[in-house]
């Protein structure tokens, strides 16, 4: 082994608590990376294999923007058209009590029609007799996995509620998929005849759509052109590919959010290496100028530091793999029940370890490394050979270097805000500014620091006299080395700020406008498997009896369906408001009363923040609906804001949603009660009048209020999560930074200690340090944390979301991250204090 | 380098260093001429810009205006990477002290100057046991730095220097660090080894006794060298 090499791996060892540090900063960045992106990918494989599982082989669908499409089409593609490769489906989803917190998948389809679409069904090696699923109308099949889960057999019956209805429906078959893959894709489905899924789902006459399969050539699209021609209004073929994309589409910015963070921790992971690596250059810059002075070159010196730092990156990155397989099974969880809650419904059996996931993760962690390594590696090689490289000299260096950073950290910052304003609802580029303006203000913090010292420097000559003074003066005269400490603690506690002020401000705004828009005191749904969304079709006989109580005075109609234009998602609701209601909408411009009686009258929709938003409308506008007679282009005469849904929101009073579409069906109910009246016993009444087999979910206000403000709190777990493990990176990073710099010191303290000063002032005089460094880094990542949340909230939200919301800035998350600084430093002290007051002053002025 | 004529020449070398606003002149217009083989000491007050000097000579500083030629070389006509391989080849160091890598053996030390040239074979190890037992610390080859003496380090660090046959020997205040009889045994293995050598040395130091041992004491004096 070549001598050079063979001093560092020595030096690496003797330095063991600064090797584990910096290998724990670059595990933990890449496991919070590959977490992150295994938790979404996983998602995302079991979104994909079950939508092609049920999908099968089918080229093209036929689709209406109104969800479902008349039965008597399928009759117009067969046999006027001619197309034998069509299958009809319908699609819902059920829940079952044997099988406790899963969505059950019912897919109805015909087995006849089957041959050419899903190999499963139509026999061969799965072994399914269709002639099963025609015995009895209701019949259902189930994969042997759901069927053991539930312990169920052939001829048991299974118990399942369906849009609030209760059904016993017989097992008539189960099927054990032949491949792995079909496994996975079929895991939370139920199979059933076209007939009977219609029954359950109370779709009669209607189907979720007809399944095609087209050739790939000119008879294919000959038949494409007779289908286009023949399909009536408000039916639509798309390709199968478009479908998944516009689901997958849908949570395309809550992706890149979490990507984001998770990017975050490897920046702090950088900022680790960098801390560790500058140390370890400081060091040994005594040792670096030999080896110069030897007549080693600069590139063999920064060749010998990067290699270390590669070793320290491949090791770290393998490390970081395995803690993320780890975080990966607990991330899932939440991202799924996030998508779950806010999106649509999707099963993830396992996470997908991908393998260019690893790959991507450990490029990105060795790259990091290298990339943080670079600058002391350089400074390395500029490593003064003569002897007299003087601390002061290095460190008068780095205060000629402070201000020129500062001076860059504030170009670097505008170039951020430049970027910020373009216009585009792009989120790399929003991101891509936003890391500017952190990176920007981590190069200003060395000369804040300065700044803040000076100025408490008085003070602290007043309380402690001459150990106060040292103290202070003591940061600015080690800023070579305690500067890129202080950015990380400054950086990672401003990012904590950020995204504390981000979160308190969306609640805030959440509970503002849920206390604005829920005004009705009881409300009434159905059960069904998306916690945001409530859906289906409530019976006419419950709402006549509930809204028939005598102490009910009033109610509110809602009507929401899910709807797909131009691929993309939105809601279109149709609403029947109690005079009451009529406030509950808050317009960004126009007045309320004005925008609600043409409302009322019919005389155009109003719109949500996001729906105009990611569309790039504005009030006046119109948005084109396909109703029951063709396309009808509608306009927007008001928007309001609106944080239910991120897709949007189209909303019609229900008089005009009566004259456009033929459904009477209503989804959920808002009941107003007589002053006075007890909301709790309201609903205890209501449920009882429910009648048996079926069931609804009635809550008062407050329990709506908070079933809201949970499914809150759930989705910015995983962004608390991820805001705790990149704090945890930087918090580490300081403390061995401001530790190491402290046990660097051996030698000057020795100095004190043989001059006559006791382990208690000494004790005393580092913790001073090191508590000032923490201090001042609380508090200038006050102002940039808060400066951080204005770019989250009023930037980076509204373009993913397309949400404004009100900042609210809390004193507690203040207060948090000053002390939450303070604690971490003066932490950072103790160790080598104590450390420092148990040596012996001899043996620490021996030094090296 | 050629074994007559002049090893080391300087001419009307000039260097200062940025203070803050002011500029502070350490060599102000210096010339001097060394030969091959010479034993030069050099004298002057702390500050006076001895060490300076020393950096000038072996390339690792270039000086603000003039010629410095070293065996030939003019360094100032080389890049850094050429003149660090020129230091590399040509020049051996010792220092007051941080001689040693703290983390090689003592025999590693001395190894490193000849794998850096290059001369890595079978012969190295020998030539390097060699030089220790030149030193007379042979038994302590396994040994690491921390663990001599402060004089036991500067004659390894003068083994190191010289291991790998330099043409010019740079030490700056060898013996600054030691007391009288160590720096007198540090004094008698250099001046052992480059006999045998015959290399060029020159030796910074406050040290009349060993300034006295040497053929040629130069004093550095406001910025100008002069023969003592
Ligand atoms: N890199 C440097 N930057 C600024 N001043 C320097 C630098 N190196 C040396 N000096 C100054 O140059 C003068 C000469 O230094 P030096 O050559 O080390 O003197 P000597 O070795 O004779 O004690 C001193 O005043 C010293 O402070
Ligand atoms: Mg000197």
Request: charge should be negative.
């Amino acid at each position: 082994m070549r001598l050079l090499t063979k001093a560092s791996l020595r030096y690496l060892t003797h330095h063991r608590l600064q090797l584990l540090l910096s290998v724990l900063g670059v595990a933990l960045g890449v496991a919070v990376v590959l977490s992150i992106d295994l938790a979404i990918q996983s998602a995302q494989t079991g979104f994909r294999i079950s939508a092609e599982t049920v999908s099968g082989r089918t080229t093209h669908v036929l689709v209406s923007d109104l969800g479902s499409v008349d039965e008597r089409l399928l009759n117009t593609v067969r046999i006027d058209l001619d197309i034998t490769a069509s299958a009809p489906v319908v699609e819902g989803f059920a829940t079952s009590s044997v099988l406790p917190g899963r969505a059950l998948r019912i897919l109805g389809i015909d087995p006849f029609s089957e041959g050419p679409f899903r190999p499963y069904v139509a026999g061969g090696s799965t072994g399914l007799d269709v002639s099963e699923l025609m015995t009895t109308r209701t019949g259902v099949v189930l994969p042997a996995s759901l069927a053991e889960e539930g312990g169920v057999s052939v001829g048991d019956s299974l118990p399942m509620v369906v849009e609030g209805e209760a059904w016993s429906v017989p097992l008539v078959a189960i099927i054990e998929p032949a491949d792995e893959l079909a496994r996975a894709g079929l895991a939370d489905v139920a199979l059933m005849d076209v007939a009977g899924a219609q029954e359950v789902l109370r779709m009669v006459g209607r189907l979720s759509r007809i399944d095609l399969r087209i050739s790939d050539d000119e008879a294919g699209s000959a038949e494409l052109e007779a289908i286009a021609g023949a399909l009536p209004d408000g039916v639509g073929i798309e390709s199968v590919g478009t479908r998944s994309e516009t689901m997958s589409g849908m949570i395309g910015a809550f992706d890149v959010n979490l990507t984001a963070l998770s990017l975050l921790a490897l920046i702090f992971g950088m900022f680790l290496i960098y801390n560790a690596v500058t140390f370890s250059v400081v060091q040994r810059r005594e040792i670096l100028g030999r080896l110069r002075a030897l007549g080693v070159t600069r590139d063999e010196i920064v060749r010998l530091i990067l290699t270390e730092a590669l070793w320290i990156g491949i090791v770290g990155a393998l490390l970081g793999t395995l803690v993320g397989i780890f975080l990966a099974r607990g991330l899932v969880g939440m991202v799924t029940r996030t998508i779950n809650d806010l999106y649509f419904s999707v099963s993830v059996q396992g996470i997908d370890l991908r393998p260019f996931l690893f790959a991507k993760a450990c490029v990105l962690g060795v790259g990091a490394t290298l990339l943080a390594a670079l600058p002391p590696a350089l400074e390395a090689a500029g490593a003064n050979p003569r002897m007299a490289a003087l601390r002061s000299v290095v460190e008068g260096r780095a205060r000629v270097l402070v201000p020129r950073a500062a001076l860059v950290g504030s170009i670097l910052c505008a170039v951020g805000i430049g970027v910020l304003s373009i216009p585009t609802r792009n989120l790399v580029v929003s991101f891509t500014g936003l890391f500017f303006i952190i990176t920007g203000l981590a190069l200003i913090t060395p000369a804040g620091t300065l700044v803040l010292v000076a100025a408490v420097r008085p003070l602290l000559g007043r309380v402690w006299g001459t150990l106060g003074l040292m103290a202070a003066r003591g940061v600015g005269a080690s800023l070579s080395r305690t500067a890129p400490a202080i950015a990380a603690l400054v950086v990672a506690v401003s990012v904590t700020v950020g995204l504390g002020v981000m979160i308190q401000s969306f609640r805030g705004t959440l509970v503002q406008w849920l206390d604005g828009t829920l005004r009705a005191d009881v409300y009434v749904s159905l059960p069904g498997p998306t916690a945001s969304r409530a859906a289906g079709t409530m019976w006419p006989e419950v709402i006549e009896d509930f809204v028939g109580h005598p102490e009910v005075s009033g109610y509110s109609t809602y009507r929401g369906m899910d709807l797909v234009r131009d691929g993309e998602a939105f809601r279109l609701v149709a609403l029947e408001l109690d005079p009451r209601g009529e406030g509950a909408f808050d317009f960004l411009e126009g007045s309320s009363s004005d925008i609600m009686a043409r409302f009322r009258a019919g005389e155009g929709v109003i719109a949500s923040e996001p729906y105009v938003f990611r569309r790039g409308l504005e009030r006046g506008d119109s948005v084109t609906l396909s109703t029951a007679s063709g396309d009808r282009a509608l306009r927007i005469i008001g928007v309001f804001y609106d944080y239910g849904s991120e897709q949007g929101t189209v909303m019609m009073s229900r008089s005009l949603y009566d004259r456009l579409f033929d459904d009477p069906g209503v989804t959920s109910l808002g009941l107003f009660l007589e002053e006075g009246a007890d909301s709790e016993r309201v609903v205890g009444d209501l449920l009882a009048l429910v009648p048996p087999g079926r069931a609804v979910i009635a809550r008062t206000n407050d329990t709506l209020r908070s079933a809201s403000l949970e499914v809150f709190d759930r989705t910015f777990q995983v962004t608390a999560v991820l805001r705790l493990l990149a704090f945890v990176v930087a918090f580490v990073g300081v403390l061995s930074a401001l530790a190491a710099l402290q046990l660097e010191r051996a030698r000057e303290l020795g100095l004190l200690r043989a001059s006559g000063m006791t382990p208690g002032q000494l004790a005393r005089l580092v913790v001073t340090q090191t508590g000032l460094i923490g201090l001042a880094a609380g508090v200038l990542a006050v102002p940039m944390g808060i400066a951080l949340s204005i770019v989250m909230i009023f930037v980076v939200n509204k373009r993913s979301f397309g949400w404004t919301l009100n900042m609210e800035v809390g004193p507690e998350v203040l207060l948090q991250a000053v002390g939450l600084a303070l604690v971490g430093a003066i932490l950072a002290g103790v160790y080598p204090a104590w450390k420092m007051s148990r040596t012996s002053p001899a043996l620490a002025l021996r030094g090296e | 380098m050629n074994d007559r004529g002049p090893s080391i020449e300087l001419i009307d070398v000039h260097k200062s260093y940025e203070e803050g606003e002011r500029t502070h002149e350490v060599l102000t217009g210096t010339s001097v001429s060394i030969r091959a083989g010479e034993r030069v000491a050099i004298l002057g007050p702390s500050g006076s810009g001895k060490s300076t000097l020393l950096n000038l000579i072996s390339g690792i500083d270039l000086p603000d205006s003039g010629t410095i030629r070293v065996g030939g070389t003019d360094l100032g006509a080389l890049t850094e990477r050429d003149r660090t391989l020129f230091r590399r080849d040509h020049i051996g160091f010792v220092f007051q002290f941080f001689n040693l890598l703290p983390t090689l053996t003592v025999l590693e030390n001395l190894l490193l100057p000849l794998e850096l040239t290059g001369s890595t074979n079978g012969r190295a190890d020998d030539r390097a046991r060699e030089l220790l037992a030149a030193v007379e610390l042979e038994a302590r080859a396994g040994a690491f730095p921390d663990r001599l003496s402060g004089g036991e380090q500067q004659r390894i660090a003068i083994a190191r220097a010289l291991v790998h046959e330099p043409d010019l020997l740079l030490a700056d205040e060898p013996t600054g660090n030691l007391d009288q009889d160590t720096g007198t045994r540090v004094v008698e293995a250099l001046e052992a080894l480059v006999a045998a050598q015959g290399t060029t040395m020159i030796v910074v130091t406050h040290s009349r006794e060993l300034a006295g041992r040497m053929d040629r004491i130069l004093e550095l004096d406001h910025g100008r060298l002069r023969e003592g």
